[in-house]
Every structure is written in structure tokens, then in C-alpha cells.
């Protein structure tokens, strides 16, 4: 029977180094803040503000909600980014995506300051994670992959991966962080021929092709770790991750459910990058 990774107490303890941070930014007269930019009433984007809002009133980061509507202008939209960047008491901005228009995503990812891209959405960001260099942040569900790993022990280092999933959000940049933790990667997505022997070569596996049940028992064995970073809505409206979770468990190491797997860690990743880009300030 493996181990179950569960992502509360992950969260927990950073939740308890970022009280101290925090505290210590207050002490110098900085109040850490994140701007919430959110366009539209989708449920999930809500489901996620609410559970950002809360971990950051937790550890002690204040929060400022910019809501607009689902038919908003672009300029509108450009002109709340634009008072983001401005606003030297604003240190981090998650903006909300996908977008309504495609277009005004694209131009909003573009002018957000990659210092205060607390989420890992503009180009700058994108380039620090692949080069080491220059201002950002990753995406906070990539970097809460690493940040389980660590809590639970398990070095990257020399280990075979497999990472299922190509998007800029998890895929390909979770895949740069391992390469620069020493591991040795493979990118699949759903079209990679025999996906399941390439899955059973890895020591650990990253499922973040959102396709619910995608990776079954023949892409698993003995031995392995298995991050499930899928978030799949049935019909019935159960969460179901990208693994098969009943056929991996009785066979791998160690296995991430869904829900309470990477998901719970995200919002402390969030708040420990404003925390980064308060503390960068001084």
C-alpha cells in the first residue's frame, strides 16, 4: 500500500515559516499585500479566491479584490493592471485565467510587471524559470509540486521523470524546476506514443495532462512516486485527478490524492510569493 502524500500538512508548515516572515515585514513598517485581478464569476476562480483570501489572512498577507465584469473592456482591464504596477503597497498580483478574450489575456500577461507576477503568467516569469535569471515567479501549482517533494523527502536528484502535460501553467515549467533539482526528464503528453512505457520508466511521475483518469495501472510500478496535479469535474461533479487513484495505489511508493494532494499546497505557495516579492522591496 503506498504512501499518501496528502498536501495539508505540507501546507501547514509553510504556512507557519511565512507567520514569521510576515511578521518581520510588518516589523519593518511593510505591509505585504496581494491584488486579487479577477474578470467574470466563474466558480472555480471564485472557489480559489475564497481559499487564497483565507491563507493569506492566515499568514498574515493583506488582500485587495479587483472584480470585474465578465463583458469588461480591455481597456479597463489594462487600466487595473496598469494601477497594480503602480501601486508601490501592492507587491503581488494574481490574475485570474483563462480570460473571457484570448486577446485581452495575452495583452494583460504582457504589461503585468514580472516582480509582482506572483503566479507565474508573463514571459518575464516564464524566462526566470527556464534561464535561473531575472525577476518572477513560477507558477504557484508547479512550485507546490517541488514543495511536497521536499516536505516529504523525496530528492529529484538523479531520479528519472516523467512529466505528463505540456502547458505553460504546470507541463513544461515543473519539467525545467526538476532539470534544475538534477533530475532527469522526460515531457509526454497525451499523443506520446506508448505513454504507458514511458510512465513505467520513471522513478517519478507528474500527471498534469488534465485529462481525468489518463494515467492507469499500466503506466505504473514498484517503487515509484506519483504526483497527481489533475483537477478533472465529472459530470456528477466530483473532482477526479489524471491518475486512476484505486488501480496506482496498491502498486506504486508514494501516490498524491485528489482532492487534499497538490491542490491544498497552491495558496500557501501563492502567499509565500508575495512574501518573496514584499521581502525583494527592502
Known amino acids: 500500500m503506498a504512501e499518501i502524500l496528502k498536501g495539508a500538512p505540507v501546507a501547514a508548515a509553510l504556512s507557519e515559516e511565512l507567520i514569521r516572515r510576515a511578521a518581520a515585514l510588518r516589523g519593518a513598517g511593510i505591509l505585504p499585500t496581494l491584488a486579487i485581478l479577477r474578470v467574470g464569476e466563474r ?3 471564485v472557489a480559489y479566491e475564497n481559499a487564497a483570501v483565507k491563507r493569506c489572512e492566515k499568514v498574515g498577507v493583506s488582500v485587495r479584490r479587483v472584480l470585474l465584469p465578465h463583458s469588461c473592456a480591455r481597456e479597463a482591464l489594462l487600466d487595473a493592471v496598469a494601477r497594480i504596477n503602480d501601486d508601490p503597497a501592492i507587491h503581488g498580483c494574481l490574475l485570474f485565467r483563462p480570460l473571457p478574450d484570448r486577446e485581452s489575456e495575452a495583452a494583460a500577461c504582457a504589461l503585468l510587471s514580472p516582480e509582482k507576477d506572483v503566479d507565474g503568467c508573463t514571459a518575464g516569469s516564464l524566462a526566470a524559470v527556464f534561464t535561473g535569471k531575472g525577476p518572477g515567479f513560477p507558477p504557484c501549482t508547479a512550485q507546490a509540486c517541488l514543495e511536497l517533494l521536499d516536505y516529504y523527502g523525496i530528492s529529484p536528484a538523479g531520479k528519472r ?12 515549467p515543473v519539467a525545467m524546476m526538476l532539470q534544475s533539482r538534477d533530475a532527469t526528464v522526460t515531457m509526454c503528453h497525451s499523443k506520446t506514443a506508448d505513454l504507458a512505457a514511458a510512465c513505467r520508466e520513471a522513478d517519478i511521475v507528474v500527471a498534469a495532462a488534465g485529462q481525468a483518469g489518463l494515467i492507469d495501472a499500466s503506466c505504473v510500478r514498484a517503487g515509484q512516486v506519483v504526483l497527481d496535479v489533475g483537477i ?4 456528477e461533479g466530483t473532482l477526479r485527478g489524471d491518475v486512476r487513484f484505486d488501480e496506482a495505489e496498491p502498486v506504486v511508493k508514494a501516490i498524491t ?8 499546497v497552491t495558496t500557501a505557495v501563492l502567499a509565500k510569493h508575495v512574501l518573496q516579492a514584499a521581502e525583494r522591496s527592502l
Do not use: K, Q
Not at 516523467?162 to 507541463?171: D, E, K, M, Y
Open 161 to 172: 521523470v516523467a512529466v505528463v502535460g505540456r502547458s505553460l501553467v504546470i507541463g513544461r
Open 232 to 235: 478533472n469535474v465529472t459530470a
Open 257 to 264: 490524492p485528489v482532492p487534499a494532494g497538490v491542490g491544498a
Open 43 to 45: 466558480p472555480d476562480d
